[in-house]
């Protein structure tokens, strides 16, 4: 578990525009480690955890896309019923709020990562380090 530096770009919602952002990613030698999107109207949201996060600011900027930098926690835990509830227990327990959360893993994994933006990332990240979150 460990903070993260999070990057949240600002896009156009048409075809193309998720395909360009990899392209400019790969073409820079920087690998997505999670992404999630969500779309309005008039534009997408589309959060990233790479593994060159300054370096990849500056490859957006030169595109000039609109990118918004977060701490988030990354959390590369058990793929079982239950450790989702843990997580969010015990933040809860600590009044932490969790602002969004996105992950994914294969059915077959016995791990996943899970990228969380809570209110207080210091805090929770001390909380869960001192919690057992492991059954």
Known sequence: MEIANQLALFLANKPGTLSNVCRVL????IN??????????DHSVVRLIVDHPKRALQVFEDHGVLVVENDVLMID???????LQKIS?????AGINIEYAYCATSPKSKRGLLILRPSNVPKALKILNTTKLKS
């Open 77 to 83: 835990g058990d793929n079982k019923p239950g450790s």
């Open 26 to 29: 790969s073409e820079a030698k």
């Open 32 to 41: 997505i480690y999670a992404i999630s999107t969500s779309d309005t109207i």
């Open 89 to 93: 227990q015990s933040l809860t327990d």
